[in-house]
């Protein structure tokens, strides 16, 4: 249960940290990639508390995390300073924070596969 109430409050404390001036929009949108976890529909038994999904379940393998650490970085990387458009800006936002949610998701999955 713990596991499952550090999904919510991790999000929000780094939303509260990092992303000060929209932390609401940052913290809803990194606990939505909670949805990630859709692909343990695929397993079967759906939920088993003794396995570790990072690794088994497709969206908490190697290739996607390496996905979502690019969803993270590349609105950083490729920011043109110069773009004034709000909806651009917005939307590379959006990649960020979604990114980050994954990111952050597979870090609390990692750290209950080791506890
Ligand atoms: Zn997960």
Redesign the pocket.
């Known amino acids: 249960m713990l596991h499952i109430a550090l999904h919510f409050i991790f999000p929000l404390m780094v939303a509260l940290a990092f992303y000060r001036d929209r932390w609401r929009n940052a913290a809803l949108l990194m606990v939505a990639t909670m949805l ?2 859709i692909d343990h529909l695929l397993a079967d038994p759906i939920y088993d508390p003794d396995r570790c ?1 990072i690794g088994f ?1 497709p969206l ?1 393998t190697l290739p996607a995390v390496t996905l979502y650490a690019v969803l993270f970085a590349a609105p950083l990387l490729l920011a043109d300073r110069r773009a004034t458009g709000r909806g651009r800006r917005s939307a590379a936002r959006t990649v960020h924070l979604v990114g980050l949610g994954l990111l952050i ?1 597979m870090a609390l ?1 990692g750290v209950d596969c080791v506890l």
């Open positions: 990630v976890d999904s379940h908490h998701h999955d």
